[in-house]
């Protein structure tokens, strides 16, 4: 699998989801900077990793996805190369309108930091093929900005078509997200944006392994 991981300025988990990818796959990715006009030629998938872009100035996310690489992503998104957003990664996704809706801040209006359970709702694809339907995981989440919202001709849109990727536990919902959403997908299953940090929870050393599932999943889909 040849993957490249986006780094932006202020990105913090750009390494973190390097290494997670290297040990899935056995083959370091590249790291691509923000500035540059184009990613690699033959990639298999592309990530964009949790942090602060630009500061978060203006919304989160909504910087980052002017810059002279995400056309690029956008470009090979369209065409069909896989796509996984994580956290901040999640907020450009949906700046782009490669994924709908937006994420809006926390409803405690605070930062949140912790592990949150939840349930993988799509387990048929690329990113999830490892995992259990209905399975209970958990990641850790740290995010100010991880309110999904979508009015509900979309939301009910996501919910028929299956694209909600996972689903905060009742009672665990950490930031106001409606209908509990902690990730969707695409139309074509190409694309996951999610709010936890799997990269945090990919080796035992850090608490859990819930989130390797998700590397390791793509690793074996991807050449």
Partial sequence: MKAAVVVFPASNCDRD?????????????????HGDASLPDGLDLIVLPGGFSYGDYLRC??????????????????????VLGICNGFQILCETGLLPGVLMRNASLKFVSRSVTMTVEGAN???????KPGQKIKLP?????????????TLDRIESEGLVALRYVEGCNPNGAARNIAGIFNGKRTILGLMPHPERAAEALLGGVDGAVIFDSLAGALP
């Fill in 17 to 33: 989801v390097a290494m997670a990818l290297e040990r899935a796959n056995g083959r370091p990715p590249a790291m691509v900077w």
């Fill in 141 to 153: 989440v740290a995010h100010g900005d991880g309110n999904y919202f979508a009015d509900d001709e």
């Fill in 61 to 82: 996310g909504a910087m980052a996805a002017h810059s002279p690489i995400v056309r690029d992503v956008i470009a090979r998104a369209k065409k069909g190369t896989p």
């Fill in 125 to 131: 694809t690329m990113f999830t093929a490892r995992y």
